[in-house]
């Protein structure tokens, strides 16, 4: 189930501020079916692998869940763009580096 903000600072607890302050993504810089994952884009898009990678290790098992689940959810939307034009460019946006990061944290 893909959560909001709101849902999921309730959803992730004291975790959600280990990440702070979070991203502030641009909507119009990524496909409009893929709005629903800012969220998750904004917490877990850290391009930095080892922090990215200790911000996994800390979740916990329902966390992690949760971000696989929704990841699967849009595998094949996140594969149309992320293996877009924007893949070769020397300056990729803020959005598609963060949705990149994102599925990285996912796997």
């Known amino acids: 189930m893909v959560l ?6 309730i959803f992730y607890g004291d975790f959600y501020n280990m990440v702070n302050p979070k991203m502030v993504l641009d909507k119009n810089k990524c496909p409009e079916e893929l709005h629903p994952l800012l969220p998750y884009a904004e917490f877990w898009g850290i391009s930095d692998d080892l922090m990215r ?14 971000l696989k689940e929704v990841i699967d ?6 594969d149309q763009w992320l293996a877009s034009d924007e ?3 020397e ?3 803020k959005e598609y580096v963060a949705f990149s990061a994102m599925r990285m944290a996912a796997e």
């Open 87 to 89: 893949a070769y460019s």
């Open 4 to 9: 909001s903000r709101e849902e999921m600072a």
């Open 73 to 78: 959810e849009y595998d094949d939307l996140l």
């Open 53 to 66: 990678e200790n911000l996994v290790e800390a979740a916990n098992k329902d966390i992690c869940d949760n």
């Open 91 to 93: 300056s990729p946006s």
